[in-house]
C-alpha cells in the first residue's frame, strides 16, 4: 500500500510539472489575448498596466483632466488610469500620408474594468451611425474627418479602429471569437512574439518608417544606420529590476554590424557627457541608466540593453515634461 502511495505521489508531481512547463511554454510562445486580438498591421505595441501601476503608483497622482475626457468618465465612470489593466495598438501605415488619417491609423484593444452598459449608453450617444456584426454592436463615432470604430467584445474588452474601412474592426470580432486558440494572431506575433524576453511588461514590434530610414537617424549629431527593412523588438522586463532590450533584426550581418559600431561611438560620447563633472546638467537616475547601457551583435541583430531604474520609469509615468535622459551641455540644448 505504502509503494502504490508514493507512485501515485510521485505521478502526480510528475503531472503538476508537466501542466507547469506546459504553461510556461504557452506563455512564452503565445501572446497576451489583447494583443492576439489585433488585425494584420506594420507594427504592435502592448502594455501590461497592472506591473506598470504597482511599479509607478501613477494612479496615485492627480492628473488634470481635458473637459472632453472629464465628460467621457462622467458619462461611463471609466477612469483610465485606475481601470485600465492592459493595452495593445496596431500601426497602419498609410498609402496616402496626406489623408485624413495621416501616415499612420491604429487599431487598438483594452482591457480593463469597464460598466458596459454605461459604455454602450455613451457610445450610442455620441455615435454617428451603427452596424451589427458578428453578434455585435459596431458604433461609427466622428472624429476629425475620421470615423473612429468601437464594439465591446467583452465584458472587459474594447476594440477600437480609425482605419478608413470596417476591414479591421470586423478582424478584431472575428478574432475573439477564436481567442481561446493560444497562437492565433497577425502574422507579425507568429513571426517575432517567441524573440522578446519572458515577462516582458511592455513591448513593441515593428519596422521603421520610409522617411527615417532615407533621413538617417541622428544622435548628439552622429547618424544611425538604419535599414528600412530592418525590424525591431523592443521590450520592458521586471525581474527585481525594469530591463530594457532593443534589437534591431537588419536583413544582413553587414548591416547589424553597422548599427552596432555606431551605436557604440554613440554610448562612448554620451557617458563621457553624463560622467564628467561640469559638463552639462543630467540626474543621477539618467545616468545610471546611461551607464547601464551595453551594446552587442549577434549575426544580424544588434542589440541594446540597459537597466531603468524604477524612480526613472515612475518620473516617465508619473511627470513626462520633467524627464531629461540625455546630458544637456551648458549653453546647449537636447538634440
Given amino acids: ?15 503538476v510539472l508537466v501542466l507547469l512547463a506546459g504553461a510556461i511554454y504557452l506563455r512564452k510562445e503565445a501572446p497576451p489575448e489583447a494583443a492576439r486580438l489585433l488585425p494584420e498591421s506594420d507594427g504592435i505595441v502592448y502594455f501590461n498596466l497592472r506591473p506598470l501601476r504597482a511599479a509607478t503608483h501613477f494612479d496615485q497622482h492627480p492628473v488634470e483632466h481635458s473637459p472632453e ?16 489593466d492592459e493595452a495593445a495598438f496596431a500601426l497602419h501605415r498609410m498609402a496616402n500620408p496626406k489623408g485624413p488619417n495621416g ?13 458596459g452598459r454605461r459604455l454602450a449608453d455613451y457610445l450610442a450617444s455620441i455615435a454617428a ?18 470615423t473612429v470604430r468601437v464594439v465591446l467584445l467583452g465584458y472587459d474588452i474594447v476594440a477600437v479602429s480609425n482605419t478608413p474601412s470596417s476591414e479591421q474592426i470586423h ?25 522578446l524576453p519572458l515577462l516582458s511588461v511592455a513591448w513593441g514590434i515593428g519596422q521603421i518608417g520610409q522617411p527615417l530610414a ?6 548628439l549629431g552622429l547618424k544611425l544606420p538604419l535599414p528600412p527593412d530592418s525590424t525591431f523588438l523592443a521590450s520592458l522586463t521586471w525581474i527585481g529590476k525594469i530591463h530594457l532590450r532593443v534589437t534591431q533584426i537588419a536583413p544582413t550581418d553587414a548591416a547589424a554590424a553597422d548599427t ?12 563621457s557627457m553624463a560622467n564628467t563633472p561640469g559638463a552639462g546638467t543630467y540626474d543621477t537616475d539618467a545616468r545610471a541608466l546611461i551607464n547601464s547601457i551595453v551594446v552587442e551583435r549577434h549575426r544580424n541583430e544588434a542589440v541594446l540593453t540597459a537597466t531603468l531604474p524604477t524612480a526613472l520609469l515612475q518620473r516617465a509615468m508619473n511627470h513626462p515634461q520633467e524627464l531629461k535622459v540625455l546630458p544637456v551641455p551648458e549653453g546647449g540644448r537636447e538634440q
Avoid: C, W
Avoid at 475626457?69 to 485600465?84: N, R, S, V, W
Fill in 214 to 219: 532615407n533621413g538617417g537617424a541622428r544622435v
Fill in 129 to 146: 451611425s451603427q452596424e451589427t456584426y458578428a453578434g455585435h454592436t459596431v458604433y461609427d463615432v466622428s472624429s476629425e474627418g475620421r
Fill in 103 to 115: 501616415e499612420l491609423a491604429f487599431s487598438e484593444v483594452f482591457v480593463g474594468h469597464f460598466d
Fill in 69 to 84: 475626457y472629464q465628460h467621457f468618465i462622467d458619462a461611463t465612470g471609466i477612469q483610465f488610469e485606475h481601470d485600465l
Fill in 260 to 271: 552596432t559600431e555606431s551605436l557604440e561611438t554613440i554610448l562612448v560620447l554620451v557617458k
Fill in 1 to 15: 500500500m505504502t509503494h502504490r502511495r508514493t507512485k501515485l505521489s510521485i505521478a502526480i508531481v510528475l503531472v
Fill in 171 to 195: 478582424s478584431m470580432i472575428d478574432r475573439y471569437r477564436t481567442a481561446a486558440l493560444p497562437f492565433s494572431g497577425s502574422s507579425l506575433l507568429s513571426k517575432y512574439y517567441s524573440k
